[in-house]
């Protein structure tokens, strides 16, 4: 990925020690397996425990982690893709509190 170009680089320590962080490149090109040019990282967790992940791993294209489940996930805009994410990481944060 040298070519590759890092636009976002982000990583939150929240209060409750969770941890958030995102990565997201802008690739030279669109591939067959990453259509929207993008490689992305988006993870909110703590050390050792992932609880919500998005990413398109090389092979795997783009999915979604939600604790021990994986899905695929219908990639639409890089604005969506984000919002997605906070979505679901709110959701969390949430049910953590309850």
């Known amino acids: 990925m040298s070519d590759a170009i890092l636009i976002e680089d982000r990583k ?3 209060d409750s020690g969770a941890i958030v962080q995102i990565k997201i490149w ?12 993008l490689k992305y ?9 992932r609880v919500v992940g998005y ?19 219908q990639f639409t805009t890089y604005r969506n893709l984000l ?4 979505q679901d990481v709110r959701k ?7």
């Open 12 to 14: 939150l320590l929240l």
């Open 26 to 37: 802008q690739l030279p090109e669109a591939t067959k397996e990453r259509p929207h040019g």
């Open 41 to 49: 990282s988006l993870f909110y967790g703590r050390s050792g425990e």
């Open 55 to 73: 990413d398109n791993e090389a092979g795997k294209g783009d999915h979604r982690h939600y604790r021990e489940r994986e899905e695929p996930y």
């Open 83 to 86: 919002a997605d994410f906070w």
């Open 92 to 98: 969390e944060i949430e049910h953590e509190r309850s």
